[in-house]
């Protein structure tokens, strides 16, 4: 699939996508990306530098300014920073998801996201329907584990939690699906470069 400022896949490849601010990307994001790369087996990820997190008062920084520091960041060719939302005109993530499946018949597509965000996933809108559209990779941020172990989103979607073993085929399989894997955790945030520390 080729259209003009959208990123290429084609099918069969194993896309994990990465949502967020991205205010300003740091250590943390390439950790998770790195970590979801090998266990995830995934061809590429791309990071979906959001408009702005529905759930998120504070307006980001303008998007060009995000991006250009994402991609300084970056050293891997298989990472790939798109302004997609923006691009398809879409903000809550189902529907980011339902237009990219549209738009990339075949393509594996994998959801990714740090274990603080499985903890208010319940939250999102139709959420249910994120899960039942893609797998899902969690992937371990300091402090949140525990709580989104026991999160409202985790006991719901208990019966469709892959052990870490079997991360390594969470692309290939029929969602719902997902899997928590811990790794050498980061604890940098965007919060904190913002305030300085
Ligand atoms: N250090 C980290 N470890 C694990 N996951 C992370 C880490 N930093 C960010 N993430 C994950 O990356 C995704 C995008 O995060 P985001 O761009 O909001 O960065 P952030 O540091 O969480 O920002 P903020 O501090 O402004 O909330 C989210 O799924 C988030 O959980
Ligand atoms: O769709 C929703 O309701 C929704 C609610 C909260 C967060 N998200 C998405 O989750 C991703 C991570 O957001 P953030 O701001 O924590 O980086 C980003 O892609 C957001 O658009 C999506």
């Known amino acids: 699939m080729i259209r003009a400022g959208l990123p290429v896949a084609v099918p069969g490849m194993r896309v994990g996508l990465l949502g967020g601010s991205f205010d300003p990307a740091h250590e943390g ?19 979906l530098v959001s408009p702005g997190n529905p759930l998120k008062a504070r307006g980001p920084a303008p998007m060009p300014e995000r991006i250009a520091h994402a991609r300084r960041l970056l050293d891997d060719p298989r990472v790939v920073v798109t302004d997609i939302e923006r691009r398809l005109g879409t903000r809550m993530t189902a529907d980011t998801i339902a237009a990219l499946r549209r738009l990339y018949p075949g393509v594996r597509f994998v959801w990714l996201m740090g274990s603080d965000n499985l903890v208010q996933f319940h939250r999102w809108d139709r959420w249910k329907r994120i899960a039942a559209a893609v797998p899902i990779g969690v992937l371990a941020r ?29 692309a290939l399989r029929r969602p719902p699906a997902w899997v928590l894997v811990n790794l050498p955790m980061s604890p940098q945030s965007s919060t904190a470069l913002r305030a300085g520390r």
């Open 29 to 47: 994001h390439l950790a998770i990306t790195q970590a979801a790369m090998r266990r995830f087996r995934l061809d590429r990820v791309w990071w």
């Open 142 to 170: 300091p402090g949140s584990q525990t709580a989104a172990r026991h999160s409202v989103a985790a006991q719901a979607m208990a019966q469709a939690r892959l052990p870490q073993e079997q991360a390594g085929t969470l």
